[in-house]
């Protein structure tokens, strides 16, 4: 029986860079304490000094928000977050952490991340691309995209720095036919890809808060 089947919710991983730590907690500020998800959260940090995002996301949402530490399984309505100076990928349910020199490439924590989601979870893989500059993330998306996964990308118009959403909507074979790239009620996040087979009512709770 696969991973997830034994567990039975879906893990959503969210990229970010310039300007995306407040569009994430824009979201997490609509989002109750049970939402049977899971949350992990891959942001480009200044490797040379400490992190204050796990205070700072702690203060906008009811989820239990933690930074990640080398070997932890990951639990629904928790969210997670990347320490500094560190790459992650998940596997059967685990976060697992490396120096970031150690990935493949080191300066694409984003894309590392989701495309260990999209082999791990298939189907099931959630990855959201908010603000940020450059191309990180797009290739993640693209791989969870191929598993059958869902895809979003944070509306450019409501995006600080637009490069990393546009690249996100642009995946190869772009949006699924007949849901065009479009601006959600709250403004934040767009919808690129394709259902989660059997996690209908996840997709449909989360593209609502979102």
Do not use: W
């Not at 796990?54 to 997670?80: F, H, M, N, Q, W």
């Not at 603000?131 to 993640?140: I, K, N, Q």
């Not at 995946?171 to 065009?180: E, L, Y």
Request: hydrophobic share 40%; net charge negative.
């Amino acid at each position: 029986m696969a991973a997830t089947s034994l567990r039975g919710f879906p893990i959503v991983g969210i990229g970010a860079s310039a300007g995306g730590l407040e569009a994430f907690i824009q979201v997490l500020s609509k989002m109750p304490a049970d939402t049977g998800m899971a949350f992990v959260f891959i942001q480009h940090l200044d490797p040379t000094h400490p992190s204050l995002s796990v205070d700072i996301i702690s203060r906008a949402t009811e989820l239990k928000v933690e930074e990640v530490t080398d070997g932890i399984r990951v639990k629904p309505d928790r969210v997670y977050v990347i320490p500094p100076n560190h790459s992650m990928e998940i596997i059967d349910g685990v976060l697992s952490l490396s120096a970031r020199g150690a990935a493949p490439s080191p300066n694409m924590t984003i894309d590392f991340f989701f495309q260990s989601l999209a082999r791990s979870e298939k189907s099931r893989a959630i990855g959201v691309v908010l603000s940020g500059t450059g191309t990180d993330g797009t290739l993640g998306l693209s791989a969870i995209k191929a598993e059958g996964g869902v895809t979003y990308a944070q509306d450019p118009d409501s995006a600080k720095y637009q490069a990393m959403p546009q690249n996100g909507d642009n995946i190869p074979g772009g949006c699924r036919p007949g849901f065009a790239p479009r601006r959600h009620h709250q403004g934040v996040v767009t919808h690129c890809g394709s259902s989660v087979h059997g996690a209908g009512h996840e997709q449909s709770f989360f593209k609502e808060v979102i």
